[in-house]
């Protein structure tokens, strides 16, 4: 059970996540060791967190929507492949059990922050490429979006990162309106995973009302600070903290 300590804490650690959300990505990597550092089982922290940052990821297509426009026909290819994904990692999920997961935690942040190491070389691929995939290709991007949704699902840090290779693998298009796509794939992802957890016993509601309200205070920062912070840097900072985080849980096995 939190404390009144422990749920100030966590609102702050969402400030943080949203802030850097907003500038470079890879909050989840703050959020979820910290729940986990007061004392929440680490399903119950992973549901809680995913639950919490839901409203984000809305406010992220909605910035994005008027890059959407024309983009109707990917979307119906591409939310149900996310939606089936996230659903299915939000119950698989619910199913490893709490040790099991636990066992998994290292390896996941480990990936997680090597994804978010790997974003900026990423889109410099994606843009030198830009335009070198076909239409005819699209079709084959919903395997491997569903199964990039079921990663996102089941723990979600990174989902941003290969979704947006995904995109820019199978589909022709400017990394504007691929990003704005991203958005949507991971809200559908998100909506979908927290749909199962909100009918299991493993989210922290009071944790979710804080939370929810500190990332979307966090996004408000982030976005004032745009233009005035690096994101290279703050991206990181994130990376390294997540990549202590994964010692952390590797030593304690």
């Known amino acids: 059970m939190l404390s009144g300590f422990d749920f100030l804490f966590a609102g702050l650690a969402a400030v943080a996540a949203g802030t850097v959300n907003a500038l470079a990505g890879g909050g989840t990597l703050i959020t979820f060791p910290v729940l986990v550092a007061l004392g929440m089982p680490v399903v119950s922290a992973n549901a809680t967190n995913t639950v919490s ?38 119950l698989l999920l619910l199913n490893t059990g709490e040790r099991a997961f636990r066992g998994l935690v290292p390896f996941l942040i480990l990936l997680a922050s090597l994804l ?42 990174g989902l941003s990162v290969i979704v947006l290779a995904v ?41 979710v009302l804080i939370m929810a309200g500190g990332a979307l ?7 004032r600070l745009a233009g005035r912070v690096r994101p290279a840097v703050l991206r990181w900072i994130v990376v390294a903290f997540g990549l202590a985080c994964a010692v952390v849980y590797f030593v304690r096995g």
Request: proline share 5%; net charge positive; with cysteine.
């Open 53 to 90: 940052l839901c409203p984000g990821y809305l406010g992220a297509t909605l910035a994005q929507s008027s890059d959407l426009r024309g983009q109707a026909g990917r979307m119906r290819m591409a939310l149900p492949a996310a939606a089936i994904g996230g659903l299915l990692g939000g």
């Open 116 to 157: 978010l190491a790997v974003q900026e070389p990423l889109r410099a691929w994606l843009l030198r490429r830009a335009g070198k995939a076909g239409a005819g290709f699209e079709p084959r991007a919903v395997l491997p979006l569903g199964l990039a949704a079921v990663y996102g699902g089941y723990f979600g840090a």
């Open 167 to 207: 995109l820019g693998l199978f589909m022709k298009d400017n990394l504007t309106r691929l990003n704005a796509l991203k958005q949507a794939v991971a809200l559908a992802t998100n909506i979908a995973a927290a749909a199962v957890f909100v009918f299991s016993e493993h989210v922290s509601w009071p944790a």
């Open 217 to 223: 205070i966090g996004g408000a920062i982030g976005g």
